[in-house]
């Protein structure tokens, strides 16, 4: 049997497939067991949870605590989210679908940031991902308090307040809180027995099986909802597209702006194009029976942007090449 490390980059090397196999089985599965999808939306936390801790598992605590005094790369992260994205959402806004549904799906995805896979797909792309880590808390806060005003801005009174905070704090609880907690004692266990190393080793060969599974349960919860909706679902793709696209370009102006270097300008470019969609998933979920259709306008936007992913991996290295290599 090979070495962890070995294991690790095997597992990284085949990950396109695995993730494309995941998306495709949770299809298949969903379509086949429409009855099961209750079930697989029960797991979508506990799965997202446990990939998230492994992700905090691999920095350590001191280095996560002094990147929280990096003023200026959180400054960028704030700006590319929360004034750079919003302006592109509002030029593409009034060429969306008209139903109001449709739009707030739309709208919960787009506005809020990632905070979770983010982290995974930024670090194979060479960006300097233990930035993002140290932004995730504040990143998900800054939401919390913005996508209320946000939507009363671009739907009025009436949609916006359907929208309940409840799911955000219980999200940022067990998405961010515990498995950091859970994180900090594992490596400071870890520590006292001088086995950091290998635990690290240990756990990162089950990043890349986490994430098959979390976009698996995701898609076999949602994917019975859209056989009545294909239409209306399919119409909002190119926006996440042309999304991803301008995002990667915009991303790279405001790592300019900044003057960053290479990996800490690829991490603002994946923060500001990678969305929050499977924290805002609850969200949507919890919407009125009317608006059922914006779940599933929301996992659209994940599959969609797991394939962008693949791209950006590729892309932005070349957008912002690391001189110093």
Not at 27 to 39: H, I
Not at 309 to 321: A, E, F, G, Q, T
Request: charged share 10%; aromatic share 8%; proline share 6%.
């Amino acid at each position: 049997m090979g070495s962890p490390s070995g294991v690790v980059a095997r597992l990284e090397q085949l990950q396109v497939g695995v993730y494309l196999g995941a998306i495709a089985a949770g299809v298949l599965v969903g379509w086949a067991a429409p009855g099961a999808g209750p079930d697989f939306e029960h797991a979508i936390n506990p799965v997202l949870g446990a990939l998230l801790y492994v992700t905090f598992l691999q920095v350590p605590a001191k280095d996560l605590l002094r990147s929280l005094r990096d003023g200026r790369f959180l400054a960028s992260a704030l700006v590319v989210n929360f004034v750079v994205v919003p302006l592109v959402v509002a030029a593409m806004f009034s060429f969306l679908p008209a139903d109001q549904a449709v739009r707030l799906g739309v709208l919960l995805v787009l506005l809020c940031p990632c905070v979770d896979y983010v982290i995974v797909f930024s670090g194979l792309a060479g960006a300097n991902n233990r930035r993002l880590l140290a932004a995730t808390p504040l990143l998900l806060i800054a939401q919390m308090l913005l996508l209320p005003l946000f939507l009363l801005l671009f739907l009025g009174s009436g949609l916006a307040g359907v929208v309940q905070v409840g799911p955000f704090i219980r999200a940022f609880l067990t998405l961010i809180v515990i498995p950091l907690l859970l994180a900090w004692g594992t490596q400071a266990w870890a520590g006292r027995r001088r086995a950091g190393v290998l635990l690290t080793d240990a756990f990162s060969t089950v990043m890349v099986p986490l994430m098959a599974a979390t976009l698996f349960v995701v898609v076999a919860s949602q994917s019975p909802k859209v056989r009545g909706d294909v239409t209306q679902v399919a119409a909002v793709v190119p926006f996440y597209v042309l999304f991803l696209a301008v995002m990667a370009f915009a991303g790279w102006g405001v790592a300019r702006l900044f003057r960053f270097d290479a990996p800490a300008g690829r991490a603002v470019v994946f923060t500001g194009a990678t969305r929050n969609s499977l924290v805002v998933l609850p969200l949507a979920l919890a919407l009125p029976d009317r608006l059922a259709i914006a779940a599933v306008v929301v996992v659209t936007q994940t599959l969609v942007e797991v394939l962008g992913m693949i791209v950006y991996i590729r892309l932005i290295p070349r957008l912002l090449p690391d001189r110093s290599r």
